[in-house]
């Protein structure tokens, strides 16, 4: 694969007055001025998958989006030591597209800063047969760690989104390369 990777970056948290956003802006320009992606945004309260995750014109679109990307990011909160249902209902919504495909994770919380979260869905992505890349993004005391333009001076963040963006290229191309030469047994 000589082009940049597809680079889809989702947005799990759908609550009113949700933090999201200015983490997930933050870490989108850090991907977006790495010339080995192409990045896209898939914020899942614009994405209104059915809970019953019955098909819908909605579950076809976010199929198909995922079906062009090489790689993922999940840009989550924690909601009681766990992962919004927004995030699981995306994961569950469709089957073979997630497969063979390497993700990421930039969590943010309290204390924890979202990485008892982060730890329930590497187990869930290895079950949909995606490789979960060992290096995570972790803002903890999220509010605090974001100045009022949305950028963050926390040094351990911004060196593992490099980390991280980088192991998400050498999979993505990986996975690619045998993706193309041969479909993935799952």
Same mark, same amino acid.
């Given at each position: 694969?000589?082009?940049?990777?597809?680079?889809?970056?989702?947005?799990?948290?759908?609550?009113?007055?949700?933090?999201?956003?200015?983490? /997930?802006?933050?870490?989108?320009?850090?991907?977006?001025?790495?010339?080995?992606?192409?990045?896209?945004?898939?914020?899942?309260?614009?994405?209104?998958?059915?809970?019953?995750?019955?098909?819908?014109?909605?579950?076809?679109?976010?199929?198909?989006?995922?079906?062009?990307?090489?790689?993922?990011?999940? !840009?989550?909160?924690?909601?009681?030591?766990?992962?919004? /249902?927004?995030?699981?209902?995306?994961?569950?919504? !469709?089957?073979?597209?997630?497969?063979?495909?390497?993700?990421?994770?930039?969590?943010?919380?309290?204390?924890?800063?979202?990485?008892?979260?982060?730890? $329930?869905?590497? $187990?869930? !992505?290895?079950?949909?047969?995606?490789?979960? !890349?060992?290096?995570?993004?972790?803002?903890?005391?999220?509010?605090?760690?974001?100045?009022?333009?949305?950028?963050?001076?926390?040094?351990?963040?911004?060196?593992?989104?490099?980390?991280?963006?980088? $192991?998400?290229?050498?999979?993505?191309?990986?996975?690619?390369?045998?993706?193309?030469?041969?479909?993935?047994?799952?």
């Amino acid at each position: 694969m000589d082009g940049p990777l597809r680079l889809e970056v989702m947005v799990a948290s759908i609550r009113p007055q949700r933090f999201a956003p200015v983490v /997930a802006d933050w870490f989108v320009r850090t991907a977006r001025a790495r010339p080995e992606f192409d990045t896209g945004v898939i914020d899942l309260l614009h994405a209104p998958l059915p809970p019953d995750l019955s098909e819908s014109p909605e579950t076809e679109d976010f199929r198909q989006r995922l079906a062009a990307a090489d790689a993922f990011v999940a !840009v989550t909160s924690e909601y009681n030591h766990g992962y919004p /249902a927004s995030l699981k209902t995306a994961l569950d919504s !469709v089957k073979h597209e997630w497969r063979a495909k390497p993700i990421g994770f930039v969590s943010y919380g309290g204390l924890s800063g979202g990485l008892r979260a982060v730890e $329930q869905l590497r $187990q869930v !992505v290895a079950e949909i047969h995606m490789v979960s !890349v060992r290096e995570t993004v972790s803002f903890h005391r999220a509010r605090k760690q974001f100045d009022a333009d949305g950028n963050t001076g926390d040094g351990a963040a911004i060196d593992a989104a490099e980390r991280m963006l980088s $192991q998400l290229v050498w999979w993505g191309r990986a996975l690619s390369a045998a993706r193309a030469s041969g479909p993935y047994p799952g």
